[in-house]
């Protein structure tokens, strides 16, 4: 199309899908996984927003340029509330730790993310703990649970394989103009 139309072809992303195999449990991690409350719809949304930044941070990129956080707003928290896809990794004080998203069912399988640990909480496992408690709840409702990576990000590549997660294909996002 490119070509046709005169226009240039950028590579924006390269994506990577990977399903849930086997789950491989992580350490124990002191905490647990409960849902985020609608009390915490903001702190979610801060987090979430947080999540695109560092995203592109984490991979290489000026913080913004791929992943535009205010795309997600109050009202798409809200939602995911409501559906029951947002979950926290709390502390022993029930203090929120480490935020697990996922979409709701489609086909037979739930795609997990957004993942995201605040930075100064980063290194203690909260991150395995919540997905792999995500996991295995998605598991034990029926759901094959999916997630896709930046490939530019070899942290959150290296954990969801340490979790049982198994490459299924690699992707490019490309913006063609």
């Known amino acids: 199309m490119a070509a046709r139309t005169g226009t240039g072809v950028e590579v924006l992303l390269h994506q990577r899908l990977f399903e849930l195999g086997?789950?491989?449990e992580p350490p124990p991690v002191p905490g647990r996984l409960r849902e985020a409350r609608p009390d915490e719809a903001e702190l979610a949304l801060k987090w979430i927003h947080r999540f695109f930044l560092d995203a592109d941070e984490q991979a290489g990129r000026e913080p913004g340029s791929v992943h535009?956080?205010?795309h997600?707003?109050?009202?798409?928290?809200?939602r995911k509330l409501a559906?029951?896809?947002l979950w926290f990794w709390v502390d022993e004080h029930d203090v929120p730790v480490h935020l697990t998203?996922?979409?709701p069912p489609a086909f037979g399988t739930v795609r997990v993310g957004p993942v995201f640990t605040p930075e100064a909480l980063r290194g203690r496992r909260y991150g395995a703990?919540?997905?792999a408690a995500v996991s295995r709840l998605l598991l034990e409702q029926g759901h094959r649970p999916i997630l896709f990576t930046d490939q530019a990000n070899p942290v959150s590549n290296r954990l969801y394989e340490q979790l049982g997660y198994r490459r299924?294909?690699?992707t490019v996002q490309l913006v063609i103009g």
């Open 72 to 78: 997600f707003t109050l009202a798409d928290v809200e």
């Open 68 to 70: 535009d956080p205010g």
């Open 101 to 103: 998203g996922a979409n």
């Open 168 to 170: 299924v294909v690699d």
């Open 83 to 85: 559906e029951g896809v």
């Open 22 to 24: 086997d789950l491989v």
């Open 129 to 131: 703990a919540g997905v």
